[in-house]
């Protein structure tokens, strides 16, 4: 007999595996990789380039999503022979594979899970991600740059393309701001829990009496505008103001006002773009993370809207989550409550259960 009984817990993983086929409908996927490889194989594919590399990235994500949920299911299925060839051997070392297998399955299918609770209008787009230093002075803006860092290095372990688009450094340690885009499918649905305020407690290195110090950095994230969404904005709306680019401390690194900052007048929203190497490549850029800020203005006010006809809506609050290094160390999310003693590793890019438990919890508000 198994150490465990397994037998109710592989029936439940087969039952949730069930549900997140019923959501994501296999049949329909082989459809459209039949489509888009169809699309793909045009001769005149690449005469648009914008829609090529859309096409090839749809067909590369379908591709690999249903290649991991047929996976997935042939694991399942062959979970309960594994466990019933190694009972009919009495084998303890084969048990214990069987059961490190299911550990390892349920694992795979939770995060599959989760994927399928981003059904939001923008949940499947890529992400513009703005983090600014807020209150703390140079530890706030150090606390900044590290805060980048950590999504940088989270996208990188998932193998996520970033565009970093605009970094503006503070004078003495750190960044005032910066603005950066990740190109990955369900970008902007999974990243999209981690907005507002996040808390860091530690000992400062700018401190010369050793002292504790409270800083904390803002993080925005923004779905990538489409064509699809029409955000229609005058010329007569828009300042735009061209400047050298700079480094770290004021450096300039760029010899010639290929920077450009633009101000929507009518909101007062500004953005600004200096890594790309041309004026008009930096204005385009710009361009971007403006339509996306001004999509967002819009879906805040439609769902302000839509609050005030339910006599109210939830209010998630701002700050939600907080990193203590000194006297202790923990990293907790204020909303989930969900928490890890090994600040450092959330720090290099592991936070895939805190945005795993944050979509779970934004799905039962949302339900409430």
Known sequence: ??????????????????????????????????????????????????????????????QAELRRLTELRQRVDDLPVLLELADE????????????????????????????????????????????????????????????RMYLRWAERHGHKTEVLDISYAEEAGIKSATFVVHAPYAYGTLSVDQGTHRLVRISPFDN????????????????????????????????????????????????????????????????CQNEKSQLQNKASAMRVLQAKLLERRRQEERAALDALKDGGSSWGNQMRSYVLHPYQMVKDLRTEHEVGNPQAVLDGEIDDFLEAGIRWRRQQEAS
Do not use: C
């Open 209 to 272: 009496q050793g002292r504790r110090q409270t800083s904390f950095a803002g993080v925005e994230v923004l779905p990538v505008v489409e064509k699809t969404d029409h955000i229609e904005i005058p010329e007569s709306d828009l300042r735009i103001d061209v400047f050298r680019s700079s480094g770290p401390g004021g450096q300039s690194v760029n010899t010639t006002d290929s920077a450009v900052r633009i101000t929507h007048l009518p909101t007062g929203i500004v953005v600004s």
């Open 1 to 62: 007999m198994a150490a465990r009984d397994i037998n109710p817990e592989i029936a439940a993983l087969d039952q949730t595996l069930a549900g997140v086929e019923q959501v994501l409908e296999p049949d329909r996927m082989r459809a459209q990789v039949a489509e888009l490889e169809e699309q793909a194989a045009a001769p005149d594919l690449w005469d648009d380039l914008d829609r090529a590399q859309q096409v090839t990235s749809q067909l590369s994500y379908l």
């Open 89 to 148: 051997e009495s084998d303890a070392a084969a048990i214990a594979d069987v059961e490190r297998e299911l550990d390892e399955v349920a694992r795979l299918v939770s995060e599959l899970e989760v994927r399928t609770l981003l059904s939001g209008q923008y949940d499947a787009r890529d992400a513009v991600v703005t983090i600014r230093a807020e209150a703390g002075g140079v530890d706030a803006a150090d606390w900044a740059e590290m805060l980048m």
